[in-house]
C-alpha cells in the first residue's frame, strides 16, 4: 500500500510547458505499464503545446475549470468531469481557456 498526500508534494514543470505545474502522486515504476500519476494546475491563459507520444496513451481527469483540448487539429471543450484518452501518436495540445485555474489528473500508460 501506497498512501501520498497532494499537500505534501512539491510541484514541478510538466515535460512539454514549463509555465505549468504538476505534482506526480505515483510515479515511474508504481505501477506496472504506467508512466506517472500527476495532478496539474493551469492557470487562465495556461496550455501545453502540440505534442504526440509514439508509444504512450494518456489518460486525463479534469477536476475543475474548463478548457480546450486539441487532437489532431480537432478542438474539443472540456470541463469539469470530463475524462478523455490520448492513443499513440495523436498530435494533441490543452488550453486553459476559462477564467479560473483548471486542474486535472493524468497518467501514461506504455503501448507496449
Given at each position: 500500500?501506497?498512501?501520498?498526500?497532494?499537500?505534501?508534494?512539491?510541484?514541478?514543470?510538466?515535460?512539454?510547458?514549463?509555465?505549468?505545474?504538476?505534482?506526480?502522486?505515483?510515479?515511474?515504476?508504481?505501477?506496472?505499464?504506467?508512466?506517472r500519476?500527476?495532478?496539474?494546475?493551469?492557470?487562465?491563459?495556461?496550455?501545453?503545446?502540440?505534442h504526440?507520444h509514439?508509444?504512450?496513451?494518456?489518460?486525463?481527469?479534469?477536476?475543475?475549470?474548463?478548457g480546450q483540448?486539441?487532437?489532431?487539429?480537432?478542438?474539443?471543450?472540456?470541463?469539469?468531469?470530463?475524462?478523455?484518452?490520448?492513443?499513440?501518436g495523436?498530435?494533441?495540445?490543452?488550453?486553459?481557456?476559462?477564467?479560473?485555474?483548471?486542474?486535472?489528473?493524468?497518467?501514461?500508460?506504455?503501448?507496449?
Amino acid at each position: 500500500m501506497k498512501l501520498v498526500q497532494l499537500a505534501e508534494i512539491d510541484a514541478g514543470p510538466v515535460n512539454h510547458t514549463s509555465g505549468i505545474m504538476r505534482k506526480i502522486l505515483l510515479g515511474e515504476g508504481d505501477l506496472p505499464a504506467s508512466v506517472r500519476l500527476s495532478h496539474a494546475l493551469f492557470k487562465p491563459g495556461e496550455s501545453v503545446e502540440m505534442h504526440k507520444h509514439d508509444r504512450l496513451f494518456e489518460v486525463f481527469y479534469v477536476l475543475s475549470g474548463q478548457g480546450q483540448l486539441i487532437v489532431e487539429e480537432r478542438p474539443v471543450d472540456i470541463g469539469a468531469g470530463s475524462c478523455f484518452m490520448v492513443e499513440p501518436g495523436e498530435m494533441h495540445a490543452l488550453i486553459n481557456d476559462g477564467d479560473v485555474d483548471m486542474a486535472l489528473i493524468y497518467f501514461g500508460l506504455h503501448a507496449d
